[in-house]
């Protein structure tokens, strides 16, 4: 039996008509992403949706990801959850305080509650509303960010949102490319990046991630010292770190002099792990 290649797969939804998501967080990878979709899917067929995450994510993401929508004539979205991160985290703390409160690498629940469950109900809406029955969920996902990453398919059943209304799919269109390029394509899109990566950030959603690398939650630390607060004030009442790592934000941010708010802080000089 010949299998059908993903390149074959996505022509025939193509021409199926089906309905293209494009997930936008605002950060590198969307970017890449959209420019990606729009040279590929008509833009009837394509809209953009961004999972607010409020006062977690960095200043202008939404923003960022509208003005990216905006350049490509698209409909956005912006999908937000009736709970924030706080929020799972003191209720996690309430009904198990003998269990890690955060939010980890094989419990990412930020990810799901967060992000994915509330641009599913965005676009479940925006399907039924203009009667689209095959639906392509895309995802800026490298291979290239982590092992586990690199061994998601490209392009696969949505299981969790294919039923008796509608078929959806999961693809990753920008999962082999590499930073390099991301970079290049979104240089010659002529939309500016957000400025949090002129500050230094390697990458852009949450300003402390649970997974994000030393440089970007010190880099956070540093522009966004009272969330920063609110973080230690957090880790410090439920007794455990934020960070997948077990360092908790007060210890890795102990040799950096705050300001009172973004943009005022200073700080020493630390390791900045390069990704360009």
């Known amino acids: ?11 025939q939804l193509i ?11 605002g950060g590198k990878d969307s970017m890449a992403l959209l420019e990606t979709l729009v040279g590929r899917v008509p833009k009837s067929q394509l809209i953009v ?4 995450l409020g006062e977690m994510e960095w200043e202008g993401a939404l923003e960022k990801a509208q003005e990216h929508a905006a350049k490509h ?14 929020d799972m985290v003191n209720r996690r703390f309430e009904t198990r305080p003998d269990a890690p409160s955060w939010p980890s690498a094989s419990n990412r629940q930020c990810t799901s509650d967060l992000k994915r469950d509330p ?3 965005v676009m479940r809406h925006y399907a039924d509303a203009h009667g689209y029955t095959r639906i392509v969920n895309c995802l800026g996902l490298r291979g290239q960010e982590s092992t586990a ?3 998601r398919p490209e392009f696969s059943v949505n299981t969790r949102e294919t039923n008796s209304k509608r078929d959806v799919w999961e693809w ?4 082999k490319m590499l930073v390099d390029e991301v970079w290049a394509l979104i240089d010659r899109s002529g939309v500016k990046r957000h400025f949090a990566y002129d500050l230094g950030n390697e990458r852009l959603s949450c300003v402390f991630c649970i997974m994000g690398s030393l440089n970007d939650c010190r880099n956070g630390a540093k522009h966004n010292p009272k969330l920063l607060q609110s973080y230690i004030a957090l880790e410090d009442k439920t007794g455990y770190t ?14 950096m002099v705050l300001g009172t708010g973004a943009g005022t802080a200073q700080a020493i000089d630390f390791k900045v792990r390069a990704d360009r």
């Open 1 to 11: 039996m010949q299998t059908i290649s993903t390149e074959d797969q996505i022509e």
């Open 15 to 25: 021409a199926y008509g089906a309905l293209f998501v494009a997930n936008h967080s």
């Open 49 to 52: 949706v961004h999972a607010s």
């Open 73 to 86: 004539d698209l409909p956005f979205f912006v999908a937000k959850a009736n709970k924030t991160l706080f």
């Open 119 to 121: 641009i599913a109900k």
């Open 149 to 151: 990453r690199k061994l």
């Open 172 to 175: 990753l269109p920008i999962h």
């Open 242 to 255: 934020m960070h997948q790592d077990g360092t908790s934000l007060r210890e890795l941010t102990a040799d």
